[in-house]
């Protein structure tokens, strides 16, 4: 599987993505106690925000602290017969919003990526 992103920023932007990322990126969604930020964005015309980080924590522990901290902020699960745990993504709906949340473990780590996405019906211009 391959996802592709395509990055465009303005001079500004680039300037402040030189800098390291800092912790609690993405509005409204927690960051996994311990954490290490590697790569935020945010597109503010699609209305888009990744987060991408590391820990030590095994997946399983990080997809159960998004579910139940998810949950507990009115997020329902999107995906039939998720439980807190048991899978190494999670999708989430809150009203107009999505929130993806894949894991997945390489070289002794967790990683991390959270997609946050406020829907819209509107065409873009």
Do not use: M
């Not at 500004?12 to 993505?17: I, L, P, T, V």
């Not at 993405?26 to 930020?37: A, K, Q, R, T």
């Not at 993504?89 to 997945?104: A, D, N, P």
């Amino acid at each position: 599987r391959t996802l592709v992103f395509l990055i465009e920023q303005s001079r500004a932007e680039a300037d402040r993505s030189a800098r390291p990322p800092s912790a609690a990126a993405l509005p409204g969604i927690p960051d996994f106690p311990g954490s290490e930020p590697l790569f935020v964005a945010t597109d503010e015309k699609a209305k888009a925000d990744i987060a991408v980080s590391t820990t030590v924590a095994p997946v399983s522990a990080v997809t159960r602290f998004y579910h139940e901290n998810l949950t507990a902020g009115g997020w329902a699960p999107g995906l039939p017969g998720s439980a807190a745990g048991s899978r190494s993504h999670g999708v989430y709906l809150k009203g107009r919003k999505i929130c993806c949340v894949l894991t997945s473990e390489r070289d002794r780590q967790t990683h991390v990526t959270v997609l946050h996405k406020e829907l819209s019906n509107k065409p873009d211009p």
